[in-house]
């Protein structure tokens, strides 16, 4: 079962990364395997935003939980 407490984990080792760049991320929701999150700061009008989600929020997301089907951005 996908838990918000260990998506959070997961979150924490991501912001690290994302922070360094003046952006962060925001956990919205987890509905149905799918992890529902919120770019913001520099990340959230960032044009490589989309990158940055499928490439690494959603692969290390997908790595230490693999239960989950999805990453999307709302």
């Given at each position: 079962m996908i838990t918000r407490e260990r998506v959070e984990e997961v979150l924490n080792k991501i912001r690290v990364g994302l922070k360094s760049e003046g952006g962060d991320i925001?956990?919205?929701d987890?509905?149905?395997d799918i992890v529902y999150v919120k770019l913001k700061g520099?990340?959230?009008t960032c044009p490589m935003s989309t990158l940055t989600m499928k490439n690494w929020v959603e692969?290390?997301?997908k790595n230490d939980i693999p239960e989950v089907k999805a990453v999307q951005a709302v």
């Open positions: 925001e956990l919205i987890v509905k149905d520099a990340c959230g692969t290390t997301m």
